[in-house]
């Protein structure tokens, strides 16, 4: 078999991997039941992806075959190792609003919460790129955009009520068994576990029952990962 490569984005500590788009990637790997080598990367090499005809991570090399995208990433291995557990088990339509819902609903109201502990972790040659990314992206500085934390933190609640009315109903988002539709939202909660922020999910309610589960997939995937733990307040 191909030797698989993934390139993922990494703090200052190069142990620490923190993207939810490369979580997807890593954990689609892990359902197919393939090994990966990964690769840590940072923002200013950009030029190291330049193989890839793009600069974003995760970036799959399988063999002869470079794949980008966390999406792609998962059509890919469907298609090319279909002897393999499928990872959308058919059409991917409803798959794909689950992605499209993670990315344009939940993503943004939990940047607001944790873009500070985003630059916290990041390597300090990254910093000026992602400040002022950012900063121009949202019309205001890092700390004026997180103000008021707890707001935002109440405000997850109503954010999650999808997922905690789901996860009340069936122990996966994906039914019976995990596959990618988990791996999305999993990817989300363990970008915001790796950086040290909040718990998401009512203590002990589907949300957080489900994300313990998900911890212990793939025997502990993504519980033995590094992460940042947040100082007492």
Known sequence: MPAVTLYELAGADPGLRFSPYCWRSRLALAHKGLAATTV?????????LSFSG???????????????????????????YPERPQLFGGDPGAVRFINTWTDSVLHPALLRVVLLDI???????????????????????LEAYCADRAAHLAGLTTVLVPLET???QQPYLAGDRPAYADYIVAGTFQWIRCIGGPPLGTPGGPVEVWWQRMLDAFDGLLRRAPARHRAAA
């Open 54 to 80: 793009q600069d974003r991570v995760p970036v799959l090399i399988d063999g002869e075959t470079i794949v980008a995208d966390s999406w792609a990433i998962a059509v890919y291995l469907d298609k090319h």
């Open 119 to 141: 630059y916290a972790v990041i390597d300090a040659r990254d910093r000026d790129y992602f400040r002022s990314s950012r900063e121009r992206r949202y019309g205001a500085s």
């Open 40 to 48: 840590a990367w940072h923002y200013h090499e950009r030029e190291a």
């Open 166 to 168: 789901l996860l009340a």
